[in-house]
């Protein structure tokens, strides 16, 4: 089947369902990606993470994901908030983890994007995918002409900045590929010079271990390593640093999707509120939320850090 012609009906529609952006690529064996992946963990740049090991294959070629896969489709969604928390000493939580969860936003608007096809295609097969399987997001975007890989190793839009999620659509319809985009960092280096653990150990490299938002959420430690003491930037949950220094964000747009919007009392939780929460706070709170990764003993484990 040509598809060639619905291509426009597709991107239509994901901008119908919120998504900025949606870009098509050839599904194929990432010929580039596969020596970079493999160095960086040999470097054991992905600290705790070990899945990131698992599924080596799979991550690397996305007809291992979906039988006879043709296309990936990349898609951008917006979550840009930059309403800061009323007490500027608060333990601060990333942006992206201020409303709902975007497993669940994204997902729902993908299975709708999926449906769409279906119902005006027919009978195809296809798979989204929402940062929970082993599909390199960034790079399946770049391939897609959706921004280009930055300094701090986060994917950038010219005129969205980098306040966005990454999501996918595998199918086995054949589309015409979008071509990439030239990179634009230049000779910046705003990302590298502000981490305050210096976990961007070179321009496109990211140490993942020494990164707070890996430090906040998947180190599953009872402690957090006292290297580290005084450089958390009072990041509780997350970190935005090298996205909030990162020029292109000039352009980022403030997001309309409403499951995204964070509660009054989250944004108005006081220093000594974070630092006497409690579980059935915690939980009321974060019930939906993406916060709920690090569960309550980490992030009280998180706050307890930053007072030292």
């Known amino acids: 089947m040509n598809a060639?012609?619905?291509?426009?009906?597709?991107k239509n529609k994901a901008a119908a369902l919120g998504f900025f952006?949606?870009?098509?690529?050839?599904?194929?064996f990432l010929n580039e990606e596969a020596p970079r992946l493999e160095h960086w963990l040999q470097k054991n740049y992905h600290g705790s993470m070990g899945y990131m090991e698992n599924h080596f294959d799979k991550r690397l070629d996305p007809?291992?994901?979906?039988?006879?896969a043709k296309s990936v489709i990349s898609l951008l969604l917006n979550y840009h908030n930059p309403i800061k928390q009323t007490d500027p000493e608060a333990p601060k939580i990333s942006q992206?983890?201020?409303?709902?969860?975007?497993?669940?936003?994204i997902k729902d608007k993908l299975q709708e994007l999926l449906d769409y096809m279906k119902t005006t295609i027919g009978d195809?097969?296809?798979?989204?995918?929402?940062?929970?399987?082993?599909?390199?997001?960034?790079?399946?975007?770049?391939?897609?002409?959706?921004?280009w890989m930055g300094k701090n190793t986060n994917l950038i839009h010219p005129q969205e900045g980098s306040y966005f999620f990454i999501a996918e659509l595998i199918t086995d319809l054949e589309f015409e590929a979008d071509g990439p985009m030239k990179d634009y960092c230049g000779t910046c280096t705003k990302c590298l010079?502000?981490?305050?653990?210096?976990?961007?150990?070179?321009?496109?490299?990211?140490?993942?271990?020494?990164c707070i938002s890996h430090l906040t959420i998947e180190l599953k430690d009872a402690l957090l390593p006292?290297?580290?003491?005084?450089k958390m930037d009072n990041w509780m949950f997350g970190c935005d640093i090298c996205q909030e220094v990162c020029p292109w964000n000039k352009f980022a747009k403030v997001h309309t999707e409403k499951r995204f919007v964070p509660s009054a009392q989250l944004l108005d939780l006081n220093h000594g509120d974070w630092i006497d929460l409690e579980?059935?706070?915690?939980?009321?709170?974060?019930?939906?939320?993406?916060?709920?990764?690090?569960k309550f003993e980490g992030l009280k484990r998180n706050i307890s850090f930053l007072k030292k």
């Open 4 to 10: 060639t012609r619905y291509k426009q009906d597709i």
């Open 21 to 28: 952006h949606c870009g098509f690529s050839k599904a194929e």
């Open 63 to 68: 007809r291992l994901l979906v039988d006879d």
């Open 96 to 105: 992206y983890a201020y409303g709902e969860d975007y497993h669940f936003v």
């Open 124 to 147: 195809i097969q296809g798979r989204v995918f929402v940062d929970s399987a082993p599909v390199m997001d960034k790079v399946w975007a770049k391939k897609a002409g959706l921004g």
């Open 193 to 210: 010079d502000a981490c305050p653990t210096e976990a961007l150990i070179a321009p496109y490299v990211i140490d993942g271990s020494k």
């Open 226 to 230: 006292d290297e580290f003491k005084g």
């Open 279 to 294: 579980k059935e706070t915690f939980q009321n709170l974060f019930k939906h939320s993406a916060v709920k990764r690090t």
